[in-house]
């Protein structure tokens, strides 16, 4: 039987450990991923959120190590995205005198995904209370962070906060708390989650943080990987860093080759920055996923793309790419950005990675670099140049 683990007095881990996703919405999840749900017993019996749905028996059991399911009188949803609420419909079967809350905004949309369900579901907005027993819960709102319907519940009892997608990793782990973790696996996973997820909705999340920033915790508890305890301040400082869109003197070379002249060009500039003493890798993306790239371009000052031409085109794990970067961007973006590649009969590629560029919003001020055939060294040197050129303008 799976059972429930306490994490406060009368608080609850009752999740469930998918070890072998390896993929969500494009982005890999090497390590698993963990569906948290939170069980409060108070004079009201309350589950904050649930599980996928192949898991809802999971979530049963390990409610039912606590309490009998029947006995819960209040479910939150705080957010609608079927990961998080994909059983409310057998938990609504299981607990058939339960209320349940949502955002405003998650009445109509949580309706459209559970039709038939008959839950009625009852909005609350920022600042509503409910009083479950000697804890009050306060709930806020955070819309876009990273779905319309996004809020948060905060336990001012136990000094916990229901974060919901805020602060979270895709991470399996047997361990509950970030001090029982790897925390340099906790903190990469934390940073790739928001690469990866948060990214494109920085200005909210940044509003999101400034409401939760004044709130006494001590816990975090999201809706994915581990809890936060004694790196509450460490996460709240990256979140503050990458909300900001802070960037660093780091670059990342992008790029796909077909008879290794792009490489070389790509091994030139990543030389070229390394003598401007800028952090610098680079990534062919026949071997590395676009969501591990993202990861370490989140605080990148430069991204060089770049492409050889195939049949008047890019190549097509460059367009994959820059198809997912280009959603993933932020809305200000301070990058500075170079298109670079090879070709055999026409310089295409390079205009529409640059384009792609221009259109995320990168400074861009370099015209496409684009090589006839094969380059030799004093054309590497004179891109290396062009290199070093832009990085002093840039500084």
């Not at 000094?159 to 970030?178: E, I, P, Y």
Request: hydrophobic content about 40%; proline content about 4%; aromatic content about 10%.
């Amino acid at each position: 039987m799976q059972v429930a683990q306490q994490i406060k007095p009368d608080v609850y881990w009752v999740g469930a450990l998918d070890w072998n996703e390896r993929h969500f919405h494009g982005y890999t999840t090497e390590k698993g991923i963990t569906y948290n749900a939170y069980l409060i017993v108070d004079e009201k019996v309350t589950l904050i959120d649930t599980v996928k749905e192949k898991f809802h028996g999971e979530l049963l059991q390990r409610v039912s190590s606590v309490i009998d399911p029947a006995k819960i009188d209040v479910v939150i949803t705080n957010h609608v995205e079927m990961d998080h609420s994909g059983s409310l419909p057998l938990v609504a079967q299981a607990c058939p005198n339960a209320t349940f809350y949502c955002s405003t905004k998650a009445v109509g949309e949580l309706a459209k995904h559970y039709q038939g369900a008959g839950i009625d579901f009852q909005p609350v907005k920022t600042g509503d209370t409910l009083n479950i027993g000697k804890r009050t819960l306060t709930f806020i709102e955070t819309p876009m962070v990273h779905w319309p319907d996004n809020m948060v519940t905060y336990d001012e009892y136990d000094k916990v906060l229901f974060s919901n997608d805020a602060f979270g990793q895709h991470f399996a782990s047997t361990t509950r708390f970030d001090v029982d973790s790897d925390c340099c696996e906790v903190m990469k996973q934390a940073r790739k989650y928001y690469a990866n997820i948060v990214q494109p909705y920085g200005m909210q999340a940044a509003k999101a943080l400034a409401a939760v920033e004044g709130l006494d915790l001590e816990m975090i508890c999201p809706a994915h990987g581990v809890i936060w305890t004694e790196h509450i301040p460490d996460i709240l400082e990256c979140y503050s860093r990458w909300t900001k869109n802070e960037r660093v003197d780091k670059c990342a070379i992008v790029y796909d080759t077909m008879w290794d002249s792009t490489e070389k060009m790509a091994k030139a500039i990543c030389e070229a920055f390394v003598q401007e003493e800028v952090d610098c890798r680079y990534f062919d993306l026949k071997y590395t996923h676009e969501s591990d790239i993202l990861a370490y371009i989140l605080d990148c000052k430069y991204v060089c793309v770049g492409s050889s031409t195939l049949n008047m085109q890019m190549m097509p794990n460059v367009a994959k790419f820059l198809t997912y970067f280009r959603g993933l961007s932020p809305r200000n973006d301070t990058r500075v950005g170079l298109a670079f590649g090879s070709y055999g009969w026409a310089p295409v590629a390079q205009k529409q990675v640059q384009q792609v560029l221009a259109d995320t919003g990168f400074q861009l001020p370099l015209d496409p670099v684009s090589l006839n055939w094969r380059p030799d060294q004093a054309y590497l040197d004179d891109l290396q140049e062009k290199v070093r050129t832009m990085v002093a303008a840039a500084e």
